[in-house]
Every structure is written in C-alpha cells, then in structure tokens.
C-alpha cells in the first residue's frame, strides 16, 4: 500500500532483484516512496508545473460525440455515452482512437494484473472475470477487440474540466536487516502497538523516540532492525519492502514487511525541510542522496531532519514465497501489485479494481499502457492523479526516484 506520494525520487525469494523489461529507460541504465511507495516524493504543485512546461506534450484529446477517427476498430461507432460524473472526476466517453499506444501495448502484461484485480473484483466488473480469465491466454488482438466490444473509455477529468494531471512512482526497497539489534542494527522496525486503535493521532515520531510511555508500548514490537535510520524513513514512506534478513542463529533469508498501520500524524517531506533549511535540493535517488547529507552533518540535526516527518508506519511481516515474489505487496484492493501495471489512484475518483489507460511523456521516459487502479496513498489525490508501482528494488527504485511528469488517464467502463 502506498502510505504517500513518492517522496523520491508499494527479487526473488533467493535475493535476486527484478527486472523492468517493459520500460525502456530502466533498460538503458537511467540512474519513487508507497507504502506505499516510501512511496519521498512530490512537493507537488510546483513539481508539477516544472514536469509540465519541460515535458513534450501529450497528443491532444478528442471532442465528446466527435466521429470516430480514420482507422478506429471496428465497432467503435455510434453515439458516445453521456459524460459521468465520479465523485471527485468527471468521465467523458471518447472513441478507442483517443487512446495513445492502444494498438501496439503488450496487454498480455496488464492482463496479469487484471486477474489478480479479479481475485476481489468490485460489483462493476465481478461479471466479467470469467471472460477475463479465458481471454488470459488468447493473442494481443483477441483481448483488444474484445476490450472494445465490452467496454467504453473514459476520459478522466477534474470537475472543472481539466484532463492532464501528475504522475508520480513508488517501488518496493530491499534493504539488510537483523532479527536482533546490535552490530550495527539499531534502528528498529515495530509492529502496531495495542493502543493504536484507543489514540488518535498515536504519538508522533519525535514523541515515539522521546517519551517513555510511547517506548513502553512498543516494547517486544519489533520485527526487525536495520542500521540506517535514513533507509528506514525510506520504508515507512514507501509503505512495505523486502529485508534480507540475519536471523539470530546467523541464518539469512528474504521476507517483506507491510503496512499495518500509522499513527495518523500528518506526512512532511524531508527533503522539502531540507530545502526549507537552506541545505539544498537532494537529487535522485533522495535516499543515497540524503543519507550523504546525513553522513556530513551531526546526529542532532540528523534526527531534526528524522523529526520533521511525524508520521511513522507500523508494519506486519509476511513469508516471501516464489510466487509472491513475482509481485509486489498488496495494495489497497487487497490484491498484489503488479510492477509496471499497478497504480495508486484516489478511489474517491477511480474506484479499485479498474482497468485505467494511462499515458504519460517526461523525463523517466514515455508510458502508454493498460494498468489497473489496485491501490491508494495520502498523497494520491484528486481526478487525474497516480502513482504507478515500478516494482522491486534498487533498479526500481531509480525509475521511481526519476518519475515526475504530466499525465492523462482514461478508465475502461462496462458498456
């Protein structure tokens, strides 16, 4: 689950590190958090507006009840639906034509998040799970014609009109950690204290590494240790993560940790406090960067700059089978994260288990794919807004750190 928007910038079971071979910038070696992704991410109106004056533009969308397009498929045609309003967006029907990329997607990848979206489905799309799976193993041309037989786009707008938004990334870090503190180890990770549901907001950061009664009530929480405070921000805001794990008898192996909880304190960026203080912009990936910050400065400003962020997740641990390793975490659907085909979405706009078009031109490179909204972040919010999931690990972790440009979305309704 992706507790924020990337602040930067949701591997096997035998610690090797997963490959994007869907994105091309990943492949020619470029360079989000979270939870999930740690998910540190946007300081998002200016952001945005910089992503969207350096980025080339997105193709331009079509009219509502315009002809279909020289070229458009077969039974595309006819008159389009009335726009919908979706809480917080509003839905125009355009023709498949509008969709950028529509005929040259490999689906088969998006397909394989569509099936775990159909392990929960929600009442909208539940009817059509069945023909989701048989269609699991027809050709690209299979699934785009039954794709526009069954269902219409959507473009996704705010209620005021606009259709470009922002589109950010989070990822699923790997990081060393220790059963027992000690030898390094001494930042601990906690499971969720047994007065989280009686306190709202629980303690904050600050007050948790401060006052004793807060101590108290983490004491035999731990799951873990890790050695790097920095790193373990990381996590927190990301939301989940994998630990390659010293067991106490010197054993070593991978399991994850996710998101169980928060103490509901408001998220603050640390590197917008870094900024703030005169220190600088940390540059992509922001933990690398921030961590050599932290190396050149004292441990009390270390721990101011912890501190600014009082929001502090708590996490459950999870066995790390093969097939979960395929996968991400779960996302806020209830279902794994696909890399490179899940997203964040504010469900307040896009409800889970959707399937979404999505395209988007920057700097981490040109997207023009099928994903599906599987889960949501904090900072996930308003009509044309995601974070796109980009997996696992350090290689994932620089595609998120990079992602930060202009977006359009278009969801993919029943007829």
Known sequence: MNTSSSNAPRASSKSKVMTFPWIPSIRAGHERRSMRSMRMGTIIAITALLASCASPPLPPSSAPGEPAAAGSRPGDSGPLPAPMLQGKSRWVAVRWAELPGFEEDALFEGWNAWLKSCERPGPVFAPLCAEVRRLSIASAEAQRSWMVSRLQPYRVESLQGAADGLLTSYYEPVLKASRQAGAGYEVPLYRPPASLASRKPWYSRQEIDTLPEARAALRGREIAWLADPVEAMSLHIQGSGRLSLTEADGSQRMVRVAY??????PFRSVTQWLLDQGEGRMTAPWVESTKAWAARNPPQRVQQMLWSNPRYTFFQEQPLSEL???????????????????????PGSIPYGTPVWLASRGGAGSLQKLVLAQDTGSAIVGAVRADYFAGTGPEAGQFAARMNQPLRLWVLWPR
Not at 260 to 265: D, F, L, V
Not at 329 to 346: E, W
């Open 324 to 346: 979960d390793a395929a996968f991400g975490p779960k996302g806020a659907q209830g279902v794994a994260l696909t890399p490179g085909r899940s997203i964040a979405v504010d």
């Open 260 to 265: 169980a909880g928060s103490n509901e304190q």
